[in-house]
């Protein structure tokens, strides 16, 4: 009963605010011009599936998101294990990463297209860089923190440095590796779009960039939806694979 | 003696609440050559002269422009042809009052410049090339997609890519970018240095006599302040005449409101033919920018 009973609820708390957003526009609240309503963009979302329009924009933003976020959790990982692991690489390389860290990534999108013109590479940097803090955070603070006990057993037990690495930190830090991929996750879709739409590159982005310059508000929310849906879809995912890959943790208390 | 008086105080009483009573406007601008008879219609109270209380404000980039006129920041705001169909397309109720400039053929401030080296001699060599736009959907890249249509280079044939103008000579010069739509004095700048050279002047071969930018306001604004259109128009068209005969004092006043002064300059103009629009519109059909026919003698303001 209590299983479907929440979700439901949620559902019905969206369907809510759908209903409120209709009201708001068919009142004519803010100019139909620039607030259309939700039956509206649902229409032009729609046309657009049923057009076959979508897919090569969506399939695009979806592949640069993908590959950015993969190549920023395999460097965040790697990085964060670096860190966490040796005195030295935290000597030598934090005092860098937390000068970089700040950086916002769209700032470096020029950069970007003088060393990758105008391209997918270009892209995936991009997102790869603005991407990376929260694994490698995430992957830091898992190698450093593990159970004094744990570390003490490993003493005992004269585990060697690889065996250790594997058989206690990388269990250790792996809540904490998931938990920071899902945060990178959202910043690579967001990243994808604006490197979109700063870069030009076809996309879901640029759809939205010249949806809004041509006074085609339908469209805009409709590039809109879709990037939320985007959004929920990948989250489900990434939290039904935590679940999977932290099975051996149990339920949480 | 006194009565003279009397009937001068009393003019001059009559007179100023007259004056105080101009329709006020709002003008939003970008920052171009294409606009120096706005500037000097305000130094000059050109504007004043022919009864109109207009504020100049600049606007970042053009395609803000329009929702400010919608919202009722401005009253007048400066668009292009594809811009206004795009809007009435979306329901916004602009229409064009007033023509501001014009790219003649013989006279080309835009152009396609291509990369030294580049083997571009035609539009149909830009068949896989990567071609830099100050910025997608506007009037100077569709005209551009245009002339490669008339060339039968298909759309899906090239890459457009967003550069701003100050940029694109850099990207041109490090081989990211194959051609660059530009202007002056951009384009002098990469054709004199040897970074670039002139492909083709595509505007003036796709339209000879082309409307450049023009001035729109809401139909209901327009409506209701026919004097303030009639005394916009009057007073664009007299500092249109004076910019003609001053040309160095004209100068001056484009550097005080642009910062710069430009080397070339466009056509001034200030009136909007039916055949302007309709020349768009038809482009516009025909690249797949506008979904249907737009009836464009509801967007020119009589």
């Keep these: 009963m209590k299983r479907w009973a929440q979700p439901a609820a949620a559902a019905l708390f969206a369907a809510a605010l759908l209903l409120l957003w209709q009201v708001l526009a068919e009142r004519q609240f803010i100019s139909p011009v620039f607030f259309p309503s939700p039956s509206r963009t649902l229409a032009e979302l729609y046309r657009e599936v049923a057009q076959g329009q979508i897919w090569a924009p969506l399939e695009a933003t979806a592949y640069r998101m993908f590959c950015g976020w993969a190549l920023a959790s395999l460097a965040g990982v790697l990085l964060g294990a670096a860190i966490g692991f040796s005195r030295a690489a935290r000597d030598y390389l934090e005092p860098l990463l937390d000068f970089m860290r700040p950086l916002p990534a769209s700032a470096m999108v020029p950069v970007a297209i003088l060393f990758f013109g105008f391209s997918n590479a270009m892209t995936i940097a991009v997102i790869a860089f603005g991407a990376v803090w929260p694994v490698l955070l995430g992957s830091l603070h898992g190698f450093v923190s593990i159970e004094p006990q744990l570390a003490d057993v490993a003493a005992v037990l004269k585990l060697p440095r690889a065996q250790a690495f594997a058989k206690i930190a990388v269990p250790n830090a792996l809540p904490d590796v998931l938990a920071g991929a899902r945060v990178g996750l959202a910043i690579s879709l967001i990243l994808a779009v604006v490197t979109e739409m700063q870069a030009s590159q076809t996309g879901l982005g640029q759809n939205i960039l010249l949806a809004q310059r041509s006074f085609r508000s339908p469209e805009l929310y409709a590039g809109v939806v879709t990037l939320g849906i985007m959004g929920f879809a990948i989250n489900h995912a990434i939290v039904l694979l935590e679940r999977r890959l932290l099975r051996w943790r149990g339920a949480p208390a | ?302």
């Design chain 2, 1 to 302: 003696m006194n009565r003279i008086v009397i009937a001068a105080l009393v003019t001059a009483l009559a007179a100023a609440p007259a004056a105080a009573q101009n329709p006020k406007a709002n003008i939003g601008y970008i920052g171009a050559a294409d606009f120096t008879p706005l500037f000097v219609a305000k130094d000059k109270g050109l504007f004043d002269k022919h009864g109109l209380d207009a504020t100049l404000t600049r606007a970042q980039i053009a395609p803000n422009v329009g929702p400010a006129i919608i919202s009722g920041d401005l009253q007048i705001g400066m668009g292009t042809g594809p811009n206004l169909l795009h809007a009435a397309e979306g329901g916004l109720p602009l229409v064009a009052i007033a023509g501001a400039s014009r790219m003649k053929k013989e006279n080309p401030i835009a152009g396609l410049v291509g990369r030294t080296g580049a083997p571009i001699k035609a539009a149909t060599d830009l068949r896989g090339k990567t071609i830099a736009s100050p910025g997608l959907n506007t009037m100077l890249t569709e005209m551009l997609e245009k002339w490669l249509y008339d060339h039968k280079v298909a759309r899906n044939e090239y890459t457009l890519v967003e550069v701003v103008f100050p940029q694109q000579h850099d990207m041109l010069k490090s081989g990211r970018i194959d051609a660059t739509i530009t202007i002056e004095p951009f384009r002098t700048k990469m054709t004199s240095d040897g970074t670039g050279f002139n492909i083709a002047n595509y505007v003036g071969e796709v339209n000879p006599d082309l409307l450049a930018v023009l001035w729109m306001s809401r139909r209901d604004w327009a409506e209701k302040n026919p004097a303030a259109v009639r005394a916009f128009r009057a007073a664009y068209a007299e500092a249109i005449e004076w910019c003609r005969s001053n040309p160095d004092e004209a100068k001056k006043i484009q550097a005080k409101y642009l910062g710069f002064a430009s080397p070339v300059n466009p056509d001034y103009g200030v009136e909007v033919k039916l055949s302007d629009m309709e020349f768009f519109e038809k482009v516009g059909r025909e690249l797949g920018k506008l979904r249907g026919p737009v009836d464009v003698t509801k967007l020119v303001w009589k």
